[in-house]
């Protein structure tokens, strides 16, 4: 259902009109600041999965336009912890905070509202937090997310984006410790404001 999703966005933005123009020029230098929530949040250990309740993120981006359309750049966001709804969670509560590059590549559409759409894709660090008496962080891992976005009346934003947090957690109070590896995934609504330098 989430790739189904996110492969309609993405083909959507592709196949939107555009204008040989571009708003953004080489050299432009953005600062995104937003929020947003998760949706449908999964977290998937070696044996089972379970469904996480949606939690609010909170993120900074930096872009670079190395070209009018290509802009690269990095950014932090802290997703809140949220708590684990399985059986078994004993009410732990799981959350990340992401390091990270990016890349998007701009498509103007000519719009005065929608102004452009671009496809973004993420790649760096997550460091995870856990709230339990009987779970601890062992390690953390790679994180990754792609998705598409919109600018709206020039500075405004929307974005929906799959991401996946990787780590390793260490089960307390067996006798002995044991560990096994965790995947955190959701889908990011995100919202923010966009300044340009």
Same mark, same amino acid.
């Given at each position: 259902m989430k790739k189904s999703l996110l492969a309609l966005l993405l083909v959507a933005?592709?196949?939107?009109?555009?204008? +040989?123009?571009? *708003?953004?020029e080489e050299g432009q230098?953005?600062?995104?600041?937003?929020?947003g929530l998760t949706l449908m949040p999964k977290i998937a250990g070696d044996e089972d999965t379970d469904d996480v309740e949606s939690a609010f993120l909170a993120e900074v981006d930096f872009f670079y336009y190395v070209? +009018?359309?290509? *802009?690269i750049g990095a950014g932090i966001n802290n997703i809140f912890n949220a708590k684990v709804k399985g059986d078994n969670a004993g009410g732990t509560k799981v959350g990340f905070t992401n390091i990270y590059a990016q890349a998007k590549y701009v498509f103007e559409t000519g719009n005065d509202i929608f102004n452009n759409v671009y496809p973004l894709v993420q790649i760096g660090y997550g460091i995870g937090s856990v709230d339990s008496d009987w779970v601890e962080v062992d390690s953390n891992g790679i994180c990754w997310g792609i998705g598409v976005g919109t600018t709206i009346k020039e500075?405004?934003?929307?974005?929906?984006?799959?991401?996946?947090?990787?780590?390793?957690?260490?089960?307390?109070?067996?006798?002995?410790?044991?560990?096994?590896?965790?995947t955190y995934s959701a889908l990011a609504v995100k919202?923010?404001?966009?300044?340009?330098?």
């Open positions: 933005a592709l196949v939107l009109p555009v204008v +040989p123009a571009f *708003a953004a230098m953005d600062l995104d600041i937003k929020a070209m +009018p359309e290509l *802009a500075n405004f934003m929307f974005e929906l984006v799959y991401f996946q947090d990787k780590g390793k957690q260490k089960f307390k109070g067996f006798g002995e410790e044991l560990a096994g590896d965790i919202v923010g404001y966009k300044f340009n330098f």
